[in-house]
């Protein structure tokens, strides 16, 4: 935990492995044995710079993000309105299909007269595909969350969390400042997962290293706060109708939880530091494809998302900056954001479904 400042220029190549669709058919995939790609010819700008340097509203929700509380992992009041939202939502746009009265009339209709035009599918897949992403797959994941939280006793969780305050903690917190893609095309045929181009990128890290006490709580209030049963901001939040779709671009569910403080800790900061870290990488890089199923890269096993923009060969550029500093303590604003895939197919799905 010191000031510094790191600047690093490389040129590297790096081994990978690759499990991969093939380009014009999703059932049939690819494998790439551990090999290399040949070194491209790059430019590189040695002179460049953080993107973006302004990092208050980071600052901000690092600071909340990372103050210590006793809660457990699953949020009962959030699980319940969730269930409510999809509740919401079907009655507004699945229960059609079930509606006996509808299908009556849509059958005379048929009998009356010929179609004019064939079946159309996008609206019962679109209703199928809401049915799992907001009802079916979440209730699963939280029963799992629900299952693991059973097996621990609040009273020993209280008792484990009242220990480790007296020892030395350390907190983190990461948010992407900025991020820029220069003239970076895929690659022809069952070459796409790949492209040569340029990608930058500027992220925020804050580290807190600190020690707490924790005044312990009665046994019912403890059961309240560990399985989130207390109503909050968070919780009232939740309860609106469709708010899921708005923390789809801003972060209101995760600022109001940050947030709320627990009010039986005295936290006791023995220092925070601040760092920004900025990369460029020009050559062949990774490209966002959610037909890469899997690769190894360097060793390390990646799926998803984490595989993107990897450098594969070429030359990379780093500055690394920390310095140490004191907490923001302003409130954590929401973050504006970009939906990601699924949540703009989520979107989409709804106005197909309401149409």
Not at 316 to 321: D, F, H, P, R, S
């Amino acid at each position: 935990m010191n000031n510094c400042y790191h600047s690093n220029i490389q040129a590297k190549n790096y081994p990978f492995a690759l499990y991969t669709q093939v380009y014009y058919d999703v059932n049939r995939f690819l494998r790439y044995n551990y090999y290399r790609l040949p070194f491209p010819n790059v430019t590189f700008d040695a002179e460049f710079q953080h993107l973006q340097t302004e990092h208050s509203g980071p600052s901000r929700r690092a600071w909340w993000s990372m103050q210590p509380r006793f809660e457990g992992e699953v949020q009962m009041l959030n699980f319940l309105f969730e269930l409510k939202d999809f509740k919401d939502l079907a009655k507004h746009i699945l229960k059609p299909y079930e509606s006996g009265v509808k299908l009556s009339k849509l059958n005379k209709f048929l009998r009356s007269r010929p179609p004019r035009k064939m079946f159309d599918p996008s609206k019962p897949a679109a209703a199928g595909f809401l049915t799992w992403n907001l009802a079916i797959a979440p209730f699963i994941r939280d029963l799992a969350s629900i299952h693991a939280q059973l097996a621990t006793l609040v009273r020993e969780a209280q008792q484990e969390f009242l220990s480790q305050g007296s020892e030395l903690q350390s907190s983190h917190f990461s948010e992407l400042l900025g991020e820029e893609i220069g003239q970076l095309t895929p690659n022809t045929a069952n070459n796409y997962w790949w492209g040569l181009g340029t990608h930058q990128s500027t992220k925020f890290t804050a580290t807190m290293h600190y020690q707490y006490a924790y005044a312990m709580r009665s046994t019912i209030d403890a059961f309240v706060k560990y399985w989130g049963l207390s109503f909050t901001a968070e919780a009232f939040w939740n309860m609106i109708p469709f708010s899921f779709i708005w923390d789809y671009f801003q972060t209101i569910a995760k600022s109001l939880h940050a947030m709320r403080i627990d009010k039986n800790v005295t936290l006791e900061v023995h220092d925070y530091a601040e760092s920004l870290l900025t990369q460029l990488r020009s050559g062949n890089l990774v490209m966002p494809d959610d037909r890469i199923c899997a690769m190894v890269f360097d060793g390390e096993f990646i799926t998803g998302t984490k595989a993107y923009y990897r450098l594969l060969a070429g030359i990379e550029g780093t500055i690394y900056e920390r310095r140490i500093t004191e907490p923001d303590y302003g409130p954590a604003l929401p973050k504006f954001k970009i939906p990601k895939g699924k949540q703009w197919a989520t979107m989409g799905a709804i106005v197909r479904c309401m149409l």
